[in-house]
């Protein structure tokens, strides 16, 4: 059972993957992180028939246009999903540098690993330049903790991590405004859906979990599934 | 932001001059880049791709970029039907095979359907042929189209003016993106081969598959 002191990190995370009705009620409710913090401690497992405030039907594809609030802090417009997409960068690449220095995989795993945290990287050193040739300040990097136990449960929490990733460009994507801008969030978009997918197929799950057509995740959201990893 | 200028308007493709496509609407390049195309691969006769290229119905430049990615749906979903009917594939391959199959079906049926609700008329699927052997061959030029398709996804977006059908080719590109992956992982190729995936334009993408359409 999660708990605002305890948060069930891999549950967090997966009810915000897996379950688009859970997105949708968070965000129509929530509109902020603050309230999205306790929203999603109060409910912890998986009934969401317990969860108030019904649910308003925002589609999929547009689920994200509120998200001016939630990235409040990152900056305005393209700026703040910049520093938004700077800061969950920050967090992958640490996040597969703790884990090859955790010794946990070797071979042809580990060579996967070494490659996508070399992407996510660049990822951060792209979209650093990208926010400051804009005139802005980037994001700070955060301190950032992950759970290291053993390699099937790293290789879990790798997949969710790119799956969430990759919903949240997706996300974004239709609220940018700069023409380059969009042109590089795609770039990536595409590149953290490989991620997921060769993640995916590695741990035994589909490569297409949504099927034909991913699903966008908004910002509130996956802010709020990453926290815990936010020391 | 979104190139499409033709450079090989020359002695190679007289008929370009005779066309006039000024001013050099978005449907003009996009048109006189496939004729190029076309031309430098022998075809005189203009197919239905570039046929649609030059409809202008409703929804203006829209349209245009949903059937030129309706195009390229219909080439992978033929691609991978007559691979899972002609090809001995290993249970592990048929079964990914045939759910990449499936998606691209899908993205024909939602791009067909977009494009008549935005008012204008959807491509027709063009006259294809692949050449097939083994599983290997297969899985290369799978991994070739789906490549492909992102790259050409990530070159026309930016172009699109609704919001709506930007979200819509937001979530079809990263399905190809996944689709490209398992290809990769099936063949011991990296699944993410660069940190930046390319954008194409509309000319470099026709000059890729042009070998496989008959028109």
Known sequence: ?231 | MHDDSNHETGPAAPELAAIDLRPLSRGGVIAKGALGVAALYGAIAVGPMVRRAFAQNGGGGDVEILNFALTLEYLEAAFYERALDQVELSDEVREFAETIRDDENAHVDALAKTIRDLGGTPAQAPTVAFPFSDEAAFLELAQTLEDTGVSAYDGAAPAIRSKELLATAGAIVQVEARHAARVRLARNAPPAPQAFDPALNQRQVLRAIQPFVQS
């Open chain 1, 1 to 231: 059972m999660s708990t605002p002191d305890k948060p069930d990190d891999l549950g967090a995370l997966r009810r915000a993957v897996a379950d688009p009705m859970s997105r949708r009620r968070l965000f129509a409710v929530a509109g902020g992180t603050g309230a999205a913090a306790t929203l999603l401690a109060a409910c912890g497992g998986d009934d969401d028939s317990e969860m108030s405030g019904g649910g308003a039907a925002t589609t999929d594809t547009t689920a994200a246009m509120g998200d001016g609030d939630a990235l409040a802090d990152f900056g305005e417009g393209d700026i703040g999903i910049l520093n938004y997409a700077l800061t969950l960068e920050y967090l992958e690449a640490a996040f597969y540098a703790d884990v090859v220095a955790s010794g946990l995989f070797k071979g042809a795993d580990l060579k996967l690993i070494r490659h996508f945290g070399r992407d996510e990287a660049d990822h951060v050193v792209a979209l650093r330049s990208t926010v400051r040739d804009l005139g802005a300040k980037p994001a700070p990097k955060p301190r950032t903790e992950f759970p290291l136990d053993s390699a099937e449960e790293v290789l879990e929490l790798a997949a969710t991590v790119e799956n969430l990733g990759a919903a949240a460009y997706l996300g974004q994507a239709p609220r940018i405004r700069n023409g380059d801008v969009l042109a590089a969030a795609l770039s990536i978009h595409a590149v953290e859906g490989r991620h997921a997918a060769a993640l995916n197929t590695l741990v035994g799950e589909s490569f297409v979990p949504d099927g034909p057509f991913a699903k966008p995740a908004d910002a509130a959201t996956v802010l709020e599934a990453v926290q815990p990893y936010i020391a």
